[in-house]
């Protein structure tokens, strides 16, 4: 098994660009804990379990599981999958409007769709850093160091 951590979902943007998209009530309140994590959405195999889930201090959906199926787990340690994306139901009118928007799950991905949604800790080790090249900013990002 294999204990992760990461971004389910960035913080919210003014303005939705798709309707799976969260808005930061939603964000707030939104429960993974228990929901299925899957591999790249096929729901037909369970990779493992999603722990809980909360608000980051930015506004980001923040998540932490454990994946049990050990051929998944040996893409997570050796990086070649570590996107997170949320599978979303959606509700909608014949106008296309959305009345509800609900988690069914979660799945570790080789890339997500949505930026900055990775796993950023894996069995306590933080495993995602950004080094800034620029000449006025030389100083290494540690997401562990940001919550």
Request: with cysteine.
């Amino acid at each position: 098994m294999v204990a992760i951590r990461g971004v389910a979902h960035p913080p919210a943007d003014r303005v939705r660009r798709d309707a799976s998209d969260l808005s930061r009530a939603e964000i707030s309140t939104t429960d993974l804990g228990g929901r299925p994590l899957l591999f790249e959405h096929d729901g037909g195999h369970r990779v493992g379990t999603v722990l809980a889930s909360w608000e980051g201090l930015r506004g980001e959906l923040r998540m932490a599981a454990d994946v049990d199926d050990p051929a998944i787990a040996a893409r997570v340690l050796n990086g070649s999958a570590r996107g997170l994306s949320l599978g979303t139901d959606l509700v909608q009118n014949t106008s296309g409007c959305t009345l509800y928007r609900g988690q069914a799950e979660l799945s570790v991905c080789e890339e997500p769709r949505r930026g900055g949604c990775y796993i950023d800790t894996v069995d306590g080790k933080n495993v995602l850093a950004r080094s800034n090249a620029s000449a006025a900013s030389t100083r290494i990002w540690d997401s562990n160091k940001t919550r």
